[in-house]
């Protein structure tokens, strides 16, 4: 299993990973992780590959590789398309953040992501940072994306729970359990 999560600094790119790189464990298999770190510090790209199966040899997804694409933020899952199979799906969390220049006014974002994605390969847009909001705080948003993809890929909910319990700090556990739930129960 190949999963690319893409979104931009600040999202929870990296504690997705961690997660999801701890539910592979928890289910017995051999699990690869590898980060890339634009800026993101300044809102830049981020992006994490998940790799886990009987035996993974390098984490790295190579372009055309990618069974999944999480995707937190629209212009990341249009940028980062073609690492994903022909048979993959990408699961896109319904937002627009404006990188620096759409926000100077030197680009425009473009509103025809959602056209263009959905006409060539498999896709599920959610809302997760509205669930996110009502489960207790935006900032869980990947986690409800992990919500989702568990009941999407029919991942085992509750060693994803414990994944969450094992990888998330204990004063927010709380919050990410229910987004985890709230995200799940959003697939119908």
């Not at 928890?26 to 199966?53: I, P, W, Y």
């Not at 790295?60 to 990618?66: R, Y």
């Not at 959905?118 to 705080?137: D, H, L, M, R, Y």
């Not at 919500?147 to 319990?165: E, I, N, P, R, Y």
């Amino acid at each position: 299993m190949n999963i690319l999560i893409v979104g931009v600094g600040g999202q929870g790119t990296l504690l997705t990973s961690k997660v999801l790189g701890k539910y592979a464990e928890l289910a017995g298999f051999d699990c690869k992780l590898s980060e890339v770190h634009g800026m993101a510090q300044r809102g830049g790209s981020v992006v994490t590959h998940v790799r886990f199966g009987k035996k993974v040899y390098s984490p790295i997804i190579w372009e055309g590789g990618a069974d999944i694409i999480l995707a937190f933020e629209k212009l990341e899952a249009f940028r980062y398309q073609n690492y994903l199979k022909e048979s993959g799906v990408m699961v896109i969390n319904d937002m627009e953040i404006y990188p620096m220049p759409v926000i100077i006014g030197a680009a425009v974002y473009p509103d025809t992501i959602k056209d263009s994605l959905s006409g060539k390969v498999k896709t599920a847009f959610i809302n997760a940072a509205e669930i996110a909001i009502k489960a207790g705080n935006i900032k869980a948003l990947n986690i409800v994306m992990v919500g989702a993809l568990t009941k999407m890929l029919g991942f085992d909910f509750d060693k994803m729970s414990q994944a969450v319990t094992e990888s998330v700090p204990p004063k927010f556990l709380d919050v990410n359990q229910k987004a985890l739930l709230d995200g799940y129960n959003s697939i119908g």
